[in-house]
């Protein structure tokens, strides 16, 4: 009797620290749970960050549990984000050589019998169909987020553009409490921002290929989410699997740039409850000289202790990060941290910067400035209650 074939997941994550942590928790949910084998590819470039001590930048590693092989999507020495042009990102030169990834696998005797991707890598569907594979999407963010843009694309389009000007107009997607426009991604409305048209554009693509293949694992709880997963229940077109018990990334693997040494959590040991202010705004963005002043400006006049990140690579002489770091206020500057520890830590009682499902943010109550609205802060408005109904702190 033929010997049962063991399955093999080739996870491909979008190359973002908010994509790649859920997809290693995920693979060692998977990993350990079924005791499958289990592939994550990224990018050269990110997976040289994630593991800086490789003698080659495209060499596989094994940390016993999970595999990581990179793939090479024509920026290996890495992409300039200071253009912020998300297409840029979209890897379209990444297809030809994940589906060669795929061969070599099956010829060393290690065939994918299942491909996940995260949002904004579409063309790994097409891929998966070229070597008759079948391909799931692991969508990071929040159900409410899922159900929001889902609507946006079924019938909701014209009439939340038709009331631009107007963000307190309500919007009542089926199966969520009533929003108002203001509460809703600023791509939603906008048509002049070349930013948020593009990055709508790739929300669309990733709804248009769910079209024809709509297998989804959504990283949220069924009893935090119930409302917004049963408002895109339609076992006809999607089938949606929760997949919210991975548990927080664990291990070294994962991090795209280097903790800072300065001993940020003895620091926030000495601080009271709920009082620092944590400013984070990820792996991707670039915070303009100007808006980080005016951050600069908003710590100070808090008079509140605070932890801010600001990534080496968006750091230039002669400006306020440099003021704060030397000036003797109560606060911290860290070039990178590990932020599952820092949004878990008591003193940490408010958290300001890019808000979305793959965050964090359900760990504390929210507060925050917008620069632009992110789709997180529609999964804030609507979820917060039912997490308190989770923790039991309501009824």
Same mark, same amino acid.
């Given at each position: 009797?033929?010997?049962?074939?063991?399955?093999?997941?080739?996870?491909?994550?979008?190359?973002?620290?908010?994509?790649?942590?859920?997809?290693?928790?995920?693979?060692?949910?998977?990993?350990?749970?079924?005791?499958?084998?289990?592939?994550?590819?990224?990018?050269?470039?990110?997976?040289?960050?994630?593991?800086?001590?490789?003698?080659?930048?495209?060499?596989?590693?094994?940390?016993?549990?999970?595999?990581?092989?990179?793939?090479?999507?024509?920026?290996?020495?890495?992409?300039?984000?200071?253009?912020?042009?998300?297409?840029?990102?979209?890897?379209?030169?990444?297809?030809?050589?994940?589906?060669?990834?795929?061969?070599?696998?099956?010829?060393?005797?290690?065939?994918?019998?299942?491909?996940?991707?995260?949002?904004?890598?579409?063309?790994?569907?097409?891929?998966?169909?070229?070597?008759?594979?079948?391909?799931?999407?692991?969508?990071?963010?929040?159900?409410?987020?899922?159900?929001?843009?889902?609507?946006?694309?079924?019938?909701? $389009?014209? *009439?939340?553009?038709?009331?631009?000007?107007?963000? /307190? +107009?309500?919007?009542?997607?089926?199966?969520?409490? %009533? #929003?108002?426009?203001?509460?809703?991604?600023?791509?939603?409305?906008?048509?002049?921002?070349?930013?948020?048209?593009?990055?709508?554009?790739?929300?669309?693509?990733?709804?248009?290929?769910?079209?024809?293949?709509?297998?989804?694992?959504?990283?949220?709880?069924?009893?935090?989410?119930? $409302?917004? *997963?049963?408002?895109?229940?339609?076992?006809?077109? /999607? +089938?949606?699997?929760?997949?919210?018990?991975?548990? %927080? #990334?664990?291990?070294?693997?994962?991090?795209?740039?280097?903790?800072?040494?300065?001993?940020?959590?003895?620091?926030?040991?000495?601080?009271?409850?709920?009082?620092?202010?944590?400013?984070?705004?990820?792996?991707?963005?670039?915070?303009?000289?100007?808006?980080?002043?005016?951050?600069?400006?908003? *710590?100070?006049?808090?008079?509140?202790?605070?932890?801010?990140?600001?990534?080496?690579?968006?750091?230039?002489?002669?400006?306020?990060?440099?003021?704060?770091?030397?000036?003797?206020?109560?606060?911290?500057?860290?070039?990178?941290?590990?932020?599952?520890?820092?949004?878990?830590?008591?003193?940490?009682?408010?958290?300001?910067?890019?808000?979305?499902?793959?965050?964090?943010?359900?760990?504390?109550?929210?507060?925050?400035?917008?620069?632009?609205?992110?789709?997180?802060?529609?999964?804030?408005?609507?979820?917060?209650?039912?997490?308190?109904?989770?923790?039991?702190?309501?009824?």
């Amino acid at each position: 009797m033929a010997e049962k074939q063991q399955h093999h997941f080739l996870i491909i994550a979008y190359p973002l620290q908010s994509h790649i942590n859920p997809c290693i928790n995920l693979a060692k949910y998977l990993m350990s749970s079924t005791g499958s084998a289990v592939t994550l590819s990224t990018t050269v470039s990110a997976h040289r960050r994630m593991f800086s001590s490789i003698s080659k930048p495209d060499q596989e590693v094994n940390d016993g549990l999970v595999t990581y092989i990179p793939f090479s999507d024509g920026f290996d020495e890495g992409s300039k984000r200071g253009s912020m042009d998300f297409k840029e990102f979209i890897l379209v030169k990444s297809q030809p050589n994940v589906s060669t990834l795929v061969g070599d696998l099956a010829a060393a005797g290690r065939p994918v019998t299942c491909m996940i991707r995260t949002m904004f890598l579409e063309w790994v569907a097409e891929v998966a169909s070229e070597h008759g594979i079948p391909s799931v999407l692991y969508w990071i963010q929040a159900a409410t987020v899922f159900a929001a843009y889902y609507h946006y694309f079924h019938g909701f $389009e014209n *009439l939340i553009r038709s009331h631009a000007d107007d963000p /307190l +107009s309500t919007v009542c997607f089926p199966g969520l409490k %009533p #929003l108002q426009i203001r509460d809703l991604p600023s791509s939603f409305v906008d048509t002049v921002n070349t930013f948020h048209i593009s990055f709508l554009d790739c929300f669309r693509d990733v709804f248009q290929v769910l079209e024809r293949d709509g297998r989804v694992l959504v990283n949220t709880f069924k009893a935090f989410e119930a $409302e917004a *997963l049963d408002s895109v229940n339609n076992p006809q077109t /999607l +089938s949606l699997f929760v997949v919210g018990s991975c548990g %927080p #990334l664990s291990g070294v693997a994962g991090y795209l740039f280097k903790e800072d040494e300065k001993k940020y959590m003895e620091w926030l040991d000495t601080k009271e409850e709920g009082s620092v202010v944590y400013v984070s705004f990820g792996s991707f963005s670039l915070m303009k000289k100007e808006q980080k002043e005016e951050m600069v400006r908003g *710590l100070k006049e808090s008079k509140k202790p605070f932890l801010w990140v600001v990534r080496k690579d968006n750091r230039e002489e002669g400006e306020g990060v440099l003021e704060i770091e030397e000036g003797g206020e109560d606060g911290i500057v860290v070039e990178w941290c590990d932020q599952v520890r820092v949004l878990a830590h008591r003193a940490v009682g408010c958290l300001s910067g890019l808000v979305d499902g793959t965050s964090a943010v359900g760990e504390l109550g929210v507060c925050g400035r917008r620069w632009w609205r992110s789709a997180g802060w529609i999964w804030i408005s609507v979820r917060m209650r039912n997490w308190w109904r989770v923790c039991g702190v309501v009824e």
